[in-house]
């Protein structure tokens, strides 16, 4: 297995089955989930952010093939993070996570055994 094979999921141009039922699952586990299709890159192929309306996300590569058949196959919005950017509550969500991490450790380090 080369060093890149892990990004190249699905054959040429399309996610397995598998991430497939990761998604479809991600978006009947969470509301109001709209899908952002990122551009390929020299290290990844095609891949897709899954947002929820609190802002959490999850990441995975579809390929080209894959990022045309997810409004049909997922039933959800799908935009083109190149022309639509990312949601302000995908960035909020991250602040929070940071915010919550922090503050764990900052109780972990002082000994704190209530959050």
Same mark, same amino acid.
């Given at each position: 297995?080369?060093?890149?094979?892990?990004? #190249?999921?699905? /054959?040429?141009? %399309? *996610?397995?089955?598998?991430?497939? &039922?990761?998604?479809?699952?991600?978006?009947?586990?969470?509301?109001?989930?709209?899908?952002?299709?990122?551009?390929?890159?020299?290290?990844?192929?095609?891949?897709?952010?899954?947002?929820?309306?609190?802002?959490?996300?999850?990441? #995975?590569?579809? /390929?080209?093939? %894959? *990022?045309?058949?997810?409004?049909? &196959?997922?039933?959800?919005?799908?935009?083109?993070?190149?022309?639509?950017?990312?949601?302000?509550?995908?960035?909020?969500?991250?602040?929070?996570?940071?915010?919550?991490?922090?503050?764990?450790?900052?109780?972990?380090?002082?000994?704190?055994?209530?959050?």
């Amino acid at each position: 297995m080369g060093l890149l094979d892990r990004f #190249r999921r699905g /054959g040429p141009g %399309g *996610a397995d089955a598998g991430e497939y &039922r990761y998604l479809d699952n991600w978006v009947r586990t969470h509301v109001g989930v709209e899908a952002y299709v990122e551009p390929k890159t020299t290290v990844t192929d095609v891949t897709v952010v899954l947002i929820a309306t609190d802002g959490e996300w999850t990441r #995975r590569a579809v /390929g080209e093939k %894959g *990022a045309r058949q997810l409004s049909s &196959r997922l039933g959800i919005p799908v935009y083109d993070v190149g022309r639509t950017g990312y949601p302000q509550r995908m960035r909020d969500y991250d602040a929070r996570r940071r915010i919550e991490r922090k503050r764990a450790l900052e109780q972990e380090l002082r000994g704190d055994a209530n959050p």
